[in-house]
């Protein structure tokens, strides 16, 4: 353990104590209702996380909204007030055991369900209508057409920067004094950030400042709303791993436009778009 000896020790991020420097990643248990409200079973999934001793318990994958937002089934519902209840209750009972109670608030864009979004008269939005590759892959081996993608209008955008934000003050209002914006994985903050992906023309396309604009004012507008004193942690893959996509260079480059307006930054890999990258996202005993 020489290698990692602060592991175990406390730190202090904005006033904030961390009981050591272990933290629970996100992950996907699906045991939300259908309406997006917490649950018993999901409050039991994470306790015992928090009572092993890990100072974050991030909740994972949650949606900004139950329209264009959400890319799976059994999801907290971060768009509507009635959530709050059960985030009361849930960070209760992970800060009882000295944890800090987090979770990940995140926009499918063209990941998002779209069978979920057809029952509503709706398609997958995206920076730009181009379906995920991962959902061409699946549609061939089905026979089917891959479902339509929309550009995101400029409305569309504000209200979805909104949205996040208004997701963030739900959680601080509950009691939270941390959340993770999920920008890895080709979720849509990459969806606008990537080259690989954004091919607009407008001032959230081209550049690479033009492409990081989404970004931004999406945590310009979250920190807006929670104050300065609210931890920010946001995720990123280090990587994209496909052709045209982000490379370490241009992740550093733009985590230094970002580093002022997040607390932490939670480092992963890869991208959903190919069912080949993802084991190196959820790495595999095999992976060498």
């Known amino acids: 353990m020489n290698e990692f000896k602060h592991v175990f020790s406390p730190i202090t991020i904005k006033g904030v104590e961390f009981k050591n420097r272990i933290e629970v990643a996100p992950m996907v248990p699906c045991m939300a ?38 890319d799976h089934e059994g999801q907290l519902n971060m768009g509507d007030d009635n959530v709050k209840m059960g985030l009361d209750d849930l960070a209760d009972e992970i800060q009882r055991y000295g944890a800090l109670v987090s979770v990940e608030l995140n926009h499918g864009g063209r990941f998002s369900n779209s069978m979920n979004l057809a029952h509503k008269g709706l398609k997958p939005v995206s920076s730009t209508p181009i379906p995920a590759e991962i959902d061409e ?6 026979g089917r057409t891959p479902g ?37 994985h080709g979720m849509l903050p ?4 990537s080259p690989a992906v954004n091919k607009r023309v407008d001032r959230y396309g081209g550049s690479f400042e033009n492409r990081a604009r989404f970004c931004i004012e999406l945590l310009e507008a979250v920190r807006r709303r929670v104050g300065e004193q609210f931890i920010i942690e946001y995720r990123i893959s280090a990587e994209e791993l496909i052709e045209g996509g982000m490379k370490l260079e241009d992740v550093i480059r733009f985590v230094h436009m970002i580093k002022d307006k997040i607390d932490i930054l939670h480092v992963s890999v890869g991208v959903l778009t190919n069912p080949f990258i993802i084991q190196n996202m959820i790495q595999p005993l095999y992976l060498p």
């Open 148 to 184: 339509e993608v929309e550009e995101m209008s400029i409305p569309l955008i504000n209200k979805t920067i909104n949205d996040y934000a208004q997701a963030v003050g739900r959680c601080k209002d509950s009691g939270f004094k941390m959340v993770m914006i999920h920008g890895a």
């Open 33 to 70: 209702t259908p309406e997006g409200w917490v649950t018993k079973e999901l409050i039991e999934f994470y306790r015992p996380f928090a009572r092993g001793g890990a100072a974050i318990v991030t909740v994972g994958d949650s949606a900004i909204n139950f329209d264009h937002a959400m």
């Open 190 to 193: 990459s969806q606008f950030l």
């Open 137 to 142: 892959f699946f549609s061939k081996l089905q």
